[in-house]
């Protein structure tokens, strides 16, 4: 199992960037995907999910409204679309393989079993 994200970068606030998560080693079609992130000297938290199929999106209230995670299972991609990005949004992103399609527990990163090795994405006032 292989999962490489990219797509980050240094921008101002105000910018976007999408971030993107190519899978390999497995089905990726039966797998939840998850977006998490650790700024620096902080713990890593959760941002965002999606369901095998494309539903089931969820979102941490701090990036609600400006950022939207989506997949195309063909592709074997998850991505992360982060619009209006803010100083606080400065971190590692991770994508992560997910084990379950319940709706409970899905910002637990104890729930997913596959990470990848993160991009950083820098955002500047």
């Known amino acids: 199992v292989q999962l490489q994200a990219s797509g980050g970068g240094q921008v101002q606030a105000g910018d976007s960037l999408r971030l993107s998560c190519a899978a390999s080693g497995f089905t990726f079609s039966n797998y939840e995907m998850g977006w998490f992130r650790q700024a620096p000297g902080k713990e890593r938290e959760f941002v965002s999910r999606i369901g095998w199929s494309g539903g089931g999106k969820y979102y941490a209230a701090s990036v609600k409204g400006r950022f939207t995670i989506s997949r195309d299972n063909a592709k074997n991609t998850a991505y992360l679309q982060m619009n209006s990005l803010k100083p606080e949004d400065t971190a590692i992103y991770f994508c992560?393989?997910?084990?379950?399609?319940?709706?409970?527990?899905?910002?637990?990163?104890?729930?997913?079993?596959?990470w990848g090795q993160g991009t950083l994405v820098t955002v500047s006032s």
């Open positions: 992560a393989r997910g084990q379950s399609d319940s709706a409970n527990y899905y910002n637990d990163p104890r729930r997913y079993d596959y």
